[in-house]
C-alpha cells in the first residue's frame, strides 16, 4: 500500500547543530514528495518539494532533500539548526495515478536547545 | 493575493450536533481538499472536491460529507458528533491543472467536541 513513513517523532538537536528528519515512501508510481512545517496553532507550510529532475531540491529556510529513488527515502536537511526552525514536520507525498490524494506521515516534532 | 481561508477558527460543540466548516481556495485553484488532523498526529484525507463533486474519500464515515460550490468554495459537514472528531479540520486547495506545485493549506478550524 501506498505510505510515508518518518522515522522518529522526536528530533532534539543543539542550535547550530545538523538537522536531520527521515522520511521513507512506499509507492507504486514515481512519485511527487513534498515537505511541510507547522508551528502551534498554525496550518501547514511548503518547505520544499520533488517532482521530477534534480534529486536534491532545496527550499525555503536554509532545508534541503535528497530524493533516493534505491533507498525509497527523502530525506529533510539544514546544516545549522536555529531556535526559530523548532516545529512539526511532515512528509508527504502524491504516491499513486492522478496525483489527488496528499498522503502525510505521522509528523517529527523538532526541538532545538541552545 | 489571498492564500486559504478557513472558517470559523474555533468553535466548541456538544455530542450528536452538526457542525459545518467553511473554505475559500487560493486564487486560481480549483480543487479542494479536507484533513482532519487529531492532536499530535499527521493530517488524514477526508476527501476532494473538483468540479463540485466529490472525487476521492478517505476512510472516514457518511457522518462526514462536504460540498463545492461554483465558485470554487467548499463546505465540510459533520453529523451526529463524536468525542472523537475533535481535531484540527485543514483545508487544502490545488489545481488540478499544476499538480507539481502540491496543496496549499489553510491556517485551519480547530473543532471541539465536549
Known amino acids: 500500500a501506498q505510505s510515508v513513513t518518518q522515522l522518529g517523532s522526536h528530533v532534539s538537536v543543539s542550535e547550530g547543530a545538523l538537522v536531520l528528519l527521515r522520511c521513507n515512501y512506499s509507492?507504486?508510481?514515481?512519485?511527487?514528495l513534498f515537505w511541510y512545517v507547522q508551528y502551534p496553532n498554525q496550518g501547514l507550510q511548503l518547505l520544499l518539494k520533488?517532482?521530477?529532475?534534480?534529486?536534491l531540491v532545496k527550499g525555503i529556510n536554509g532545508f534541503e532533500a535528497e530524493f533516493k529513488k534505491s533507498e525509497t527515502s527523502f530525506h529533510l536537511t539544514k546544516p545549522s539548526a536555529h531556535m526559530s526552525d523548532a516545529a512539526e514536520y511532515f512528509c508527504?507525498?502524491?504516491?499513486?495515478?492522478?496525483?489527488?490524494?496528499?498522503?502525510f506521515g505521522a509528523g517529527t516534532r523538532l526541538a532545538v536547545h541552545p | 493575493d489571498a492564500g486559504v481561508t478557513q472558517s470559523p477558527t474555533h468553535l466548541i460543540k456538544t455530542r450528536g450536533q452538526q457542525v459545518t466548516l467553511r473554505c475559500s481556495p487560493k486564487s486560481g485553484h480549483d480543487t479542494v481538499s479536507w484533513y482532519q488532523q487529531a492532536l499530535g498526529q499527521g493530517p488524514q484525507f477526508i476527501f476532494q472536491?473538483?468540479?463540485?463533486?466529490?472525487?476521492q474519500r478517505g476512510n472516514f464515515p457518511d457522518r462526514f460529507s462536504g460540498h463545492q460550490f461554483p465558485n470554487y468554495s467548499s463546505e465540510l459537514n459533520v453529523n451526529a458528533l463524536l468525542l472523537g472528531d475533535s481535531a484540527l479540520y485543514l483545508c487544502?486547495?490545488?489545481?488540478?491543472?499544476?499538480?507539481?506545485?502540491?496543496?496549499?493549506f489553510g491556517s485551519g478550524t480547530r473543532l471541539t467536541v465536549v
Open positions: 508527504a507525498g502524491f504516491l499513486s495515478g492522478g496525483y489527488n490524494k496528499l498522503i
Open positions: 472536491y473538483y468540479e463540485e463533486e466529490e472525487r
Open positions: 520533488y517532482t521530477t529532475g534534480a534529486t
Open positions: 487544502a486547495s490545488s489545481s488540478r491543472t499544476e499538480t507539481t506545485y502540491g496543496y496549499t
Open positions: 509507492s507504486s508510481v514515481p512519485p511527487y
